[in-house]
């Protein structure tokens, strides 16, 4: 009776532990920066925020192994070291809907250029698995059998509509589409700062492979250097693949106390 317990109990733990695996595979990576480096050790000031994220094929998969797994949510968690103030940019004029079906310029025109968070929004050019360190950008990778399609995107981050939203507007002339990712501002989970939970609309054709957002330097982002260590962390849930997570750290140096005279 104790060994079938034993056993029972066995199984149990290994299953848990190979589901813990599936998680932490690395299909999908996250890269982030928060500058400029040297900051303040007490006070936020205005800064800059960069984030990638990769994403590999699902090789594994029986259907569409040409292509990333198609992802629904990404929450990436930002350090503490780092704050977002909405309040501080003016809001999209523009709803979701409204932005549907929209060029990157008719979206800025729609929301007001005041409203716009991101820089370095344009078609990225270079291959989809690069690492990079700016711009705001997208490539979508479709797997139509004989041939894999490379579909770039060009991304704008906009303040939401809505309170704490942010909108990743994003546009491909090549396949004539827009895709409105929408974000929400949130509390992090312990031992991180705010999160941000992004709702990834269903595609047309294909996944994202690389996504790329520059929130450029003002008060929409403030950061200091209260803790020389940052982490980051990416998780995301798909449709056809077990949910992933990510971690990623970076440092940052605290600017020396001017000496009073």
């Known amino acids: ?78 350090p503490k070291n780092a704050k977002f103030d909405p309040k501080a940019v003016p809001r999209c004029k523009a709803t979701e809907a409204e932005l549907q079906n929209t060029t990157s310029d008719q979206a800025v025109s729609l929301c007001g250029n005041k409203a716009v968070v991101s820089k370095g929004s344009n078609l990225p050019s270079d291959p989809p698995g690069r690492n990079h360190a700016t711009g705001t950008s997208a490539w979508v990778t479709a797997d139509f059998g004989v041939v894999v399609g490379q ?6 981050a906009i303040n939401g509509h809505d309170k704490n939203t942010l909108f990743l507007h994003s546009y491909a002339p090549s396949a004539n589409n827009t895709s409105v990712l929408v974000g929400k501002l949130k509390k992090g989970p312990k031992g991180y700062g705010n999160q941000l939970d992004v709702t990834i609309p269903p595609l047309l054709a294909g996944a994202i492979s690389r996504f790329t957002t520059t929130v ?25 693949h077990s949910t992933t997570s990510d971690d990623y750290k970076s440092k940052c140096k605290q600017k020396k106390k001017k000496k009073k005279k």
């Not at 890269?31 to 994403?55: C, G, H, M, S, W």
């Not at 579909?151 to 704008?156: A, E, N, R």
């Open 151 to 156: 579909i770039p995107v060009q991304v704008t």
């Open 1 to 78: 009776m104790r060994r079938t317990i034993f056993a029972t109990v066995l199984a149990l733990v290994s299953t848990l532990v190979i589901t813990g695996i599936a998680k932490a595979d690395d299909i999908q990576s996250i890269t982030a920066n928060l500058t400029p480096a040297k900051r303040d050790k007490k006070k936020f000031k205005p800064a800059q925020i960069y984030v990638e994220i990769l994403t590999k094929d699902n090789v594994d998969a029986s259907v569409l192994p040409n292509q990333p797994p198609s992802a629904y949510n990404t929450k990436v968690n930002f």
């Open 216 to 240: 450029k330097k003002g008060k929409y982002v403030q950061a200091r250097c209260k803790n020389k260590n940052e982490k980051w962390q990416a998780i995301s849930k798909y449709d056809n």
